[in-house]
DNA sequence: TTAACTGTACTATTACTGATAATACACTAT
DNA sequence: ATAGTGTATTATCAGTAATAGTACAGTTAA
């Protein structure tokens, strides 16, 4: 369902919060829709469930799922969330393009990177 | 001369690092110059010799500084190393540009954020 | 009811890494 | 000589990620 990168800075129940945060807002994992349980999920990735467990607890934090106990977690509908998220991405951006032009990367540079990113298949 | 972001998590020497490269390759640190020592750097950032040590050994390992036993440590002349940094921004910025697709973010707003990114100056 | 699954909570332990502390040595300049 | 450089070494502390093991409460279906 998901990959880790074991070599990432990020820690493991980080990237497995990011991965169904993607997930989830990609319409992957529809609204409604069941989680994998705690348990199998840690079997399937080979990570201790209560690595699972604080990650799953993040998701539910953020809006993302919402637990019942006994019959598992599900996928919450919220449509701020993705807004939330595009705005995040905007500010990583900026800082990153303030940094490109501050070292001299030519702006033709970037201008043709975000030309071909983008027209590979058209946007959501 | 430099700051360091506690919030951060990126260690502390990684950071200086950084700072330091961007003071040379943005020519503010002129190759032949002299950088600080090490013990007075960490007295005045209050962080341990130990750690501007590591910092330095980084940048000496990188090509951007020479140590003279003795004399101090002095910034090195490389034009390869821009060049590098470059490289690997624009890779940075090809992988956060996917992202931003991916979920969504329009091609018009990462345009209009380069364009207002790289219109406040003429690039280096 | 029983069994097997769910989420949740708690404590303890291990492992890794960043950072500090305290020295020590070799070299340079005044 | 003295004070400043870089460099190296060892030990220790602190924080956090991750694991391990156990336990409890609720749901589901045989």
Chains 1, 2 share one sequence.
Do not use: W
Request: include cysteine; aromatic fraction near 6%.
């Amino acid at each position: 369902m998901i990959t880790i990168d074991y070599q990432s800075r990020a820690p493991l129940y980080e990237q497995i919060v990011e991965k169904f945060q993607m997930l989830i807002l990609t319409g992957a994992l529809p609204p409604g829709s069941q989680m994998p349980s705690v348990r199998s999920l840690a079997l399937e990735l080979s990570i201790n469930p209560n690595t699972i467990q604080k990650a799953f607890a993040l998701l539910e934090q953020q809006g993302y799922i919402f637990p019942i106990k006994g019959k598992g977690s599900f996928v919450a509908e919220n449509d701020r969330l993705i807004i939330q998220k595009r705005e995040n991405c905007l500010l990583k951006l900026e800082a990153l393009l303030r940094h490109a032009r501050e070292i001299g990367v030519p702006k033709a540079d970037c201008t043709a990177l975000l030309t071909r990113i983008y027209h590979q298949e058209v946007a959501l």
